[in-house]
């Protein structure tokens, strides 16, 4: 046991109390992936990071006073070091970062962290009759990826769809195909063949038959579709990244699918021309380099179209022979009629006051002739007697 010391004076204690830190900032912040924005700082609180779809997980980094406490999404991490990986879902995320000072007092930031898809189906909406996307969606399409607009339903009547400016630009940096989808076409189209200072306008009307291919409707397998793409007002026909189609094909007896393919209307040659494809997944896909009326036929179809073409032209030519022919008719005997007046006004102008001519002047004229003619012959007889 410890002997106890009578204390017989008085004793002065003095005691000096330590001021708690009052501390609550980071001093640096990084990530493994992507790049803050804007830079980190310490007294700037909310930041963004944009990562690609192949990254599921994030950690991060931070430094901060000794005695203070830092957790993020609630769990606690060292100063200086990786913190545990964080899941990352497909869009959207946000991840909270927590200090707090030796005195208790906490500090909050924020990071957003926006994870982009390969794949991104958009929602469109209808303005005054064309289809537009959200920014949002257009901003959530990862590098080298896909939007996706859909065009039916309700909009399944429009035929124009329409990228912004600001829309192009970020598609283009990220090297995004858009497709186009309604019931009974797609089109793909490369971003990268546009400018990227234009709003950018796509078209895809449905035609119906047309004189100059008779019965290409009724053999077509699919619908006929004339595409047309706009910039700054102006048509762009052709392009340096090649253009998918694709045409819905119901499977048939009437022919083997592998067999159609698609084609486009040659307005110059007037006449259907091959582009190719291939059967995947029930569709007809066909890469081209040009926009035009494009449909899915099998080849012995387009061959009686093609005939059905001649025997339209060679009939158009028959009727306008014929027309020429009775036109040219028409003229002749209208000619014929002029001229057979006139011959009647000149008789009438030059027979007033003369009488007509009958038999028996006739006869007497006839026989003075004679007269004059033995006359004639008497004189000649006469004059060679003479000079004999």
Not at 39 to 60: A, H, K, P, Q, W
Not at 230 to 250: A, T, V, W, Y
Not at 263 to 289: C, K, P
Not at 341 to 364: A, C, I, M, Y
Request: negative net charge.
């Amino acid at each position: 046991y410890f002997e106890t010391a009578r204390v017989t004076e008085n004793i002065i204690l003095y005691a000096k109390w330590k001021e708690l830190d009052s501390e609550a900032i980071l001093h640096d912040l990084t990530t493994n992936i992507g790049e803050l924005s804007p830079t980190f700082r310490s007294d700037l609180n909310e930041y963004t990071i944009t990562v690609g779809e192949r990254y599921d997980r994030i950690n991060m980094t931070t430094l901060f006073t000794e005695s203070a406490t830092v957790t993020i999404n609630g769990k606690a991490t060292r100063n200086g070091e990786k913190s545990e990986d964080i899941l990352l879902n497909s869009g959207k995320n946000e991840i909270e970062i927590v200090i707090t000072a030796e005195n208790g007092h906490i500090n909050k930031y924020i990071v957003k962290v926006n994870r982009l898809k390969q794949i991104v189906e958009s929602t469109p909406i209808e303005v005054n009759g064309t289809a537009v996307v959200r920014d949002d969606e257009v901003h959530s399409v990862d590098y080298n990826g896909v939007l996706v607009a859909s065009l039916n339903n309700e909009l399944a009547n429009i035929e124009k769809f329409q990228l912004s400016i600001e829309q192009v630009a970020t598609l283009r940096k990220r090297n995004v195909n858009v497709m186009v989808v309604k019931d009974d076409v797609t089109v793909n189209v490369a971003i990268a063949n546009f400018d990227s200072s234009e709003d950018l306008l796509i078209y895809l009307e449905r035609i119906g038959e047309q004189r100059n291919w008779p019965n290409a409707s009724d053999r077509s397998k699919s619908s006929i579709y004339d595409f047309t793409i706009k910039q700054n007002g102006k048509k762009i026909r052709e392009f340096e990244h090649s253009i998918e189609l694709g045409f819905p094909i119901d499977d048939s007896d009437e022919y083997i699918v592998d067999e159609l393919k698609v084609y486009f209307w040659n307005a110059e040659l007037e006449q259907w021309e091959y582009v190719g494809g291939s059967y995947v997944d029930g569709f007809i896909r066909a890469m081209t380099n040009h926009f035009s009326i494009f449909a899915v036929f099998h080849p012995n179809d387009i061959s009686g179209i093609e005939d059905n073409e001649d025997d339209t032209k060679e009939e158009d030519d028959t009727k306008e022979e014929d027309d020429t022919k009775e036109e040219d008719d028409t003229k002749e005997a209208k000619y014929k009629n002029e001229m057979k007046e006139k011959e009647r006004n000149w008789q009438t102008d030059h027979t007033e006051g003369v009488l007509p001519v009958t038999s028996t002047q006739f006869v007497q004229w006839f026989l003075i002739g004679i007269l004059f003619v033995l006359l004639g012959t008497g004189l000649t007889t006469t004059r060679q007697k003479i000079t004999k």
